[in-house]
C-alpha cells in the first residue's frame, strides 16, 4: 500500500505540486487579501491628520467645553451643525475635536493629553474613536462608502439608511462612542441626508453613542433645524489675536496688534498670512510697514507681475494701514 502511494507520488509529483499551488491561494488567498486590507483601512481610518496646529487655536476653549458638555447630557446622541465664513479656522477647529474624540490616540500622546486638559475639564472617553471625511464633491452614498472603508467592512452600494445603520451599529456595539466629522458640506440636500442618516443611526444603536458633525461650507447658510445642535464658529477677538501671535513666538505693541486686527478683522487666513509675512521678510519690515504713512508706494515698489497671493495681501496690508488716499491710477496697478 505505501509502495503504490510511494510510486503514484513520483509520478505525478509535478501534477500534485501544481495542484497545491493553485488551489492552496485559492483557500487561503480570499481571507488573507481581507484580512491585510483591513488592517491597511485600519491605519486609515483616522484621516486629514490627527495633529492640528495648536499655535492656531486661541479662543475655542469656550466652544470646545460647551459642545462636551452637551455631548455628556444625552444618552444616545446628538448631530452638531458648524459654520462660520471663509478662512475662520472650521477645518482647523474640526482636526482638534477629532484629536479629542479619539481616546486610544489621545491615551498614547503625552502632548495631546496636555492640549486636551487645556480644552476641557472633562475625563478623555474610553473606547472612543472620531473619523473625519471631505464631503467636497460628494453624495451621501460616496461618502458612507468612505465609512465602510474606515471599518473594514464592504459597502455593495445600499440605498437603505436602515441597512446601513445596521452595519455600522453591529461593527461598533463593543465601543462607547463613535463621532464622524463631515466637512465641507457644500449643499443643504446632502445635509439633509447626513441629518436623515443619523436619525436611521440612532434608532437602530443599543449602548454604543453616535454623534454626527456636520460642518458648512461657507459658501451655504445651513437649514435652521431643530434637531441640530447649531455652533457658529467667529473670527478672532482683539486679545485673541495678540495670543495668537503670542503662541507663534511674535510679540507686538498694543497699537500693531490693533492696526493687525482693524486689517484682518481677526481672520485665521489672514493672521497666517502676516505670520508667513515675518518669516519670510522679518519682524522689524513688519513694524516697519506699520509705522509708515506712504506703504502704498513702497509696496508699488516691490510688487512685480509676478507676485502671488502673498504679495497681494502685502500690498492690502500696506494700503489698508497707510494714511495716503488711494487713487483711481492705484486701483489700476492691479
Known amino acids: 500500500m505505501n509502495e503504490t502511494v510511494s510510486n503514484f507520488v513520483k509520478e505525478n509529483f509535478f501534477n500534485i505540486v501544481t495542484v497545491i499551488v493553485t488551489v492552496i491561494p485559492l483557500i487561503v488567498g480570499k481571507p488573507l487579501i481581507t484580512y491585510l486590507k483591513k488592517r491597511t483601512l485600519r491605519k486609515k481610518s483616522y484621516p486629514h491628520s490627527l495633529r492640528p496646529d495648536i499655535k492656531y487655536f486661541t479662543d475655542r476653549k469656550e466652544i470646545t467645553e460647551e459642545i462636551f458638555n452637551e455631548m455628556k447630557s444625552v444618552k444616545a446622541g446628538?448631530?452638531?451643525?458648524?459654520y462660520g465664513s471663509a478662512g475662520i479656522g472650521k477645518t482647523e477647529f474640526m482636526k482638534l475635536m477629532n484629536l479629542f474624540f479619539n481616546s486610544v490616540y489621545i491615551n498614547k500622546d503625552e502632548r495631546g493629553k496636555e492640549l486636551y486638559a487645556r480644552y476641557t475639564t472633562h475625563k478623555i472617553s474610553?473606547?472612543?474613536e472620531s473619523y473625519m471625511y471631505d464631503c467636497k464633491k460628494l453624495d451621501i452614498y460616496q461618502i458612507i462608502n468612505l465609512i465602510y472603508d474606515?471599518?473594514?467592512l464592504e459597502y455593495k452600494n445600499y440605498k437603505n439608511f436602515d441597512r446601513i445603520s445596521s452595519d455600522l451599529c453591529q461593527k461598533n456595539k463593543k465601543k462607547n462612542q463613535i463621532v464622524?466629522?463631515?466637512?465641507?458640506?457644500e449643499t443643504n440636500d446632502l445635509?439633509?441626508?447626513i441629518y436623515e442618516f443619523f436619525s436611521s443611526i440612532?434608532?437602530?444603536s443599543k449602548k454604543t453613542k453616535f454623534f454626527f458633525f456636520a460642518v458648512y461650507s461657507s459658501a451655504i447658510i445651513p437649514k435652521d433645524l431643530s434637531t441640530s445642535k447649531i455652533k457658529k464658529l467667529t473670527n478672532f477677538s482683539l486679545d485673541h489675536t495678540s495670543e495668537f501671535f503670542s503662541n507663534h513666538n511674535l510679540i507686538f505693541s498694543e497699537n500693531e496688534i490693533v492696526k493687525i486686527h482693524q486689517i484682518t478683522n481677526g481672520n485665521l487666513e489672514l493672521l497666517k498670512t502676516v505670520v508667513q509675512f515675518i518669516q519670510s521678510r522679518g519682524h522689524n519690515e513688519l513694524k516697519l510697514i506699520l509705522k509708515s504713512k506712504d506703504m502704498a508706494s513702497y509696496y508699488f515698489e516691490h510688487l512685480n507681475e509676478n507676485s502671488n497671493d502673498l504679495e497681494f495681501f502685502k500690498a492690502y496690508l500696506a494700503l489698508s494701514i497707510s494714511n495716503k488716499d488711494v487713487g483711481s491710477t492705484d486701483i489700476q496697478f492691479f
Open 191 to 193: 445635509a439633509s441626508s
Open 202 to 204: 440612532i434608532t437602530h
Open 150 to 152: 474606515s471599518f473594514g
Open 126 to 128: 474610553t473606547k472612543s
Open 180 to 185: 464622524f466629522i463631515f466637512e465641507n458640506i
Open 78 to 82: 446628538e448631530i452638531f451643525t458648524i
